[in-house]
């Protein structure tokens, strides 16, 4: 694919949280293509184009620490938002935080830094003017700039993220080669929300993520 | 009013004296710290609950700046429950099927919430819109320099259980921090202000929050907290024009001795004393050759 960056992304604090341990999250030892995702539609992103991760260069150890806060149990009901909107009162609509508490831990990945190496594919929601140079460009453009749409984050939206756009890949000092198991590809929006896993390995500090895709998604 | 063009980047300083700024439920309401290296840290969400806490109180019954997220419960919600039961019939516990109703309801909601408008909330499951994403980004706080917590046991001249009687008090402990300054980048998004209704007066709003909050605060975990200065790099444009974490990079904190000043982490702060106040901090901000279209805010 000729239409590839190369993007590194950096921050204090990460999770990328186990689905598997969501209640007192887990973070994946790595980021996650879907987070990586994520990073880059942030920065650009339109409805013609889809973002593809190819491969994921972890540049700091793998290091964790656990953080616990307290938070919210529940959702705003809509509902409850409706009747007050149907009956233009707000009395009552409010959420008590301290009767609904709930403590919970963060396993986080501290210190981190990655090089997300994508590309993108143009879908069929492509108009006539939408061409891959002109994406390209934008995302280019932007990530040069330090421009984003939104801030983009680290798993969750407090890790906030740094990026920095890339010509050269970096030589990794200290790469690791390990096994990380079964991790999250993405969620398959199209298919009603369905997680796709794939067999995540690191080789020298790179996670071939095309390589493994070729081999196939588990559901 | 208009949603905000421009998008922010912020540094907040504050600093604590003879307090916990934010305890960890972890480690038995210590001040949470970096176990690597001994700086202080606050979680994002403390400095939200305090920013809903100050506009809750300074903008009472005030449109559109009502709080979800409140402390305490309200009088008003009996009556409210009342209210409700008049009004409708028979409810479906079902989420809003069509999405212009969802999108309706968020609206609504962003309209009448500050908190909402400001930091986003989920208010469904299965309808995509029915989660916003709120304009104001906040990261942890962080303490310049390695913090020390003390703990400092104290008694009660009386007791809570009938067996205690004998003894005739009771300990407990607090645990403080003598002084830190801390430090916490922010981010604000034109973007996602667009879709909350986040405008210019809510920004002023902020601002202000921010300045006063802990002066709202105050409890006897807390000792002295003070806000102590705000520098907001202001871009041109929605998306901003310039990398955030080189505008930030320009704000550096040194320590004072005497008339000079050293970079905080300088070999020669080593031996100096332990700072215990502000005036022991000096905050330096490189406002030479700014990046195009980025201007510097300073509220306060």
Same mark, same amino acid.
């Given at each position: 694919?000729?239409?590839?960056?190369?993007?590194?992304?950096?921050?204090?604090?990460?999770?990328?949280?186990?689905?598997?341990?969501?209640?007192?999250?887990?973070?994946?030892?790595?980021?996650?293509?879907?987070?990586?995702?994520?990073?880059?539609?942030?920065?650009?992103?339109?409805?013609?184009?889809?973002?593809?991760? @190819?491969?994921?260069?972890?540049?700091?150890?793998?290091?964790?620490? $656990?953080?616990?806060?307290?938070?919210? !149990?529940?959702?705003?009901?809509?509902?409850?938002?409706?009747?007050?909107?149907?009956?233009?009162?707000? @009395?009552?609509?409010?959420?008590?935080?301290?009767? $609904?508490?709930?403590?919970?831990?963060?396993?986080?990945?501290?210190?981190?830094?990655?090089?997300?190496?994508?590309?993108?594919?143009?879908?069929?929601?492509? !108009?006539?003017?939408? $061409?891959?140079?002109?994406?390209?460009?934008?995302?280019? =453009?932007?990530?040069?700039?330090?421009?984003?749409?939104?801030?983009?984050?680290?798993?969750?939206?407090?890790?906030?993220?740094?990026?920095?756009?890339?010509?050269?890949?970096?030589?990794?000092?200290?790469?690791?080669? $390990? @096994?990380?198991?079964?991790?999250?590809?993405?969620?398959?929006?199209? =298919?009603?929300?369905?997680?796709?896993?794939?067999?995540?390995?690191?080789?020298?500090?790179?996670?071939?993520?095309?390589?493994?895709?070729?081999?196939?998604?588990?559901? | 009013?208009?949603?905000?063009?421009?998008?922010?980047?912020?540094?907040?300083?504050?600093?604590?004296?003879?307090?916990? #700024?934010?305890?960890? /439920?972890?480690?038995?309401?210590? %001040?949470?710290?970096?176990?690597?290296?001994?700086?202080?840290?606050?979680?994002?969400?403390?400095?939200?609950?305090? *920013? &809903?806490?100050?506009?809750?109180?300074?903008?009472?019954?005030?449109?559109?700046?009502?709080?979800?997220?409140?402390?305490?419960?309200?009088?008003?919600?009996?009556?409210?429950?009342?209210?409700?039961?008049?009004?409708?019939?028979?409810?479906?516990?079902?989420? #809003?099927?069509?999405?212009?109703?969802?999108?309706?309801?968020?609206?609504?909601?962003?309209?009448?919430?500050?908190?909402?408008?400001?930091? +986003?909330?989920?208010?469904?499951?299965?309808?995509?819109?029915?989660?916003?994403?709120? #304009?104001?980004?906040?990261?942890? +706080? &962080?303490?310049?320099?390695?913090?020390? %917590?003390?703990?400092?046991?104290?008694?009660?001249?009386?007791?809570?259980?009938?067996?205690?009687?004998?003894?005739?008090?009771?300990?407990?402990?607090?645990? *403080?921090?003598?002084?830190?300054?801390?430090?916490?980048?922010?981010?604000?998004? #034109?973007?996602?202000?667009?879709?909350?209704?986040?405008?210019?007066?809510?920004?002023?709003?902020?601002?202000?929050?921010?300045?006063?909050?802990?002066?709202?605060?105050?409890?006897?975990?807390?000792?002295?907290?003070?806000?102590?200065?705000?520098?907001?790099?202001?871009?041109?444009?929605?998306?901003?024009?310039?990398?955030?974490?080189?505008?930030?990079?320009?704000?550096?904190?040194? &320590?004072?001795? +005497?008339?000079?000043?050293? %970079?905080?982490?300088? %070999?020669?702060?080593?031996?100096?004393? /332990?700072? &215990?106040?502000?005036?022991?901090?000096? *905050?330096?901000?490189?406002?030479?050759?700014?990046?195009?279209?980025?201007?510097?805010?300073?509220?306060?």
């Amino acid at each position: 694919m000729s239409f590839g960056v190369k993007l590194k992304v950096w921050g204090d604090y990460a999770c990328f949280t186990r689905p598997e341990m969501k209640v007192e999250r887990v973070s994946y030892d790595v980021i996650t293509p879907s987070a990586a995702r994520g990073i880059l539609e942030a920065i650009h992103w339109k409805p013609a184009i889809r973002w593809v991760i @190819d491969k994921i260069h972890v540049l700091e150890p793998v290091r964790f620490e $656990n953080i616990r806060k307290n938070e919210v !149990g529940s959702k705003i009901p809509a509902t409850k938002a409706k009747s007050a909107m149907k009956s233009g009162q707000l @009395d009552g609509l409010h959420m008590c935080v301290d009767e $609904n508490r709930q403590q919970r831990a963060t396993l986080a990945l501290k210190k981190v830094a990655y090089v997300i190496e994508a590309h993108f594919e143009m879908t069929g929601k492509a !108009g006539p003017d939408d $061409n891959p140079a002109k994406h390209l460009d934008t995302f280019r =453009r932007r990530a040069e700039k330090g421009q984003c749409f939104h801030r983009p984050c680290l798993g969750l939206r407090e890790f906030v993220a740094d990026f920095e756009l890339l010509e050269e890949l970096p030589q990794l000092e200290n790469p690791q080669t $390990n @096994d990380l198991g079964w991790m999250l590809y993405d969620i398959d929006f199209a =298919r009603d929300r369905t997680p796709l896993f794939f067999r995540a390995q690191m080789t020298d500090g790179v996670i071939d993520v095309a390589a493994a895709r070729d081999q196939g998604m588990v559901r | 009013m208009p949603s905000l063009q421009n998008r922010y980047d912020f540094v907040l300083f504050f600093d604590v004296s003879n307090g916990n #700024p934010n305890g960890d /439920p972890d480690a038995g309401n210590l %001040p949470r710290m970096d176990p690597e290296t001994n700086q202080g840290l606050t979680s994002d969400v403390s400095l939200k609950r305090k *920013i &809903r806490n100050y506009v809750a109180m300074a903008h009472e019954g005030e449109q559109g700046h009502e709080i979800y997220m409140t402390e305490r419960a309200v009088l008003n919600e009996q009556h409210a429950r009342a209210y409700e039961a008049a009004n409708l019939k028979s409810e479906s516990k079902k989420l #809003p099927k069509k999405e212009a109703e969802a999108r309706a309801l968020t609206r609504w909601m962003c309209d009448n919430f500050f908190d909402i408008r400001t930091f +986003g909330a989920v208010m469904t499951t299965e309808v995509n819109c029915g989660q916003v994403r709120g #304009p104001v980004q906040i990261s942890f +706080g &962080r303490s310049e320099e390695a913090v020390l %917590p003390l703990e400092i046991s104290i008694t009660r001249s009386s007791v809570t259980n009938e067996k205690d009687r004998d003894k005739e008090r009771t300990m407990g402990r607090k645990h *403080i921090l003598p002084y830190g300054l801390y430090r916490v980048h922010g981010f604000i998004n #034109p973007k996602l202000a667009e879709k909350t209704g986040f405008s210019e007066a809510d920004l002023e709003t902020l601002w202000t929050a921010l300045r006063d909050m802990f002066d709202f605060d105050r409890s006897a975990a807390r000792g002295e907290m003070a806000s102590r200065r705000l520098i907001a790099f202001k871009h041109d444009s929605a998306l901003g024009n310039a990398q955030a974490h080189k505008l930030f990079e320009r704000v550096t904190v040194s &320590r004072v001795d +005497g008339d000079e000043l050293r %970079p905080v982490g300088d %070999p020669r702060t080593h031996n100096l004393p /332990p700072a &215990r106040s502000f005036a022991d901090y000096h *905050i330096n901000l490189d406002d030479l050759g700014l990046p195009d279209g980025i201007s510097i805010v300073e509220p306060f």
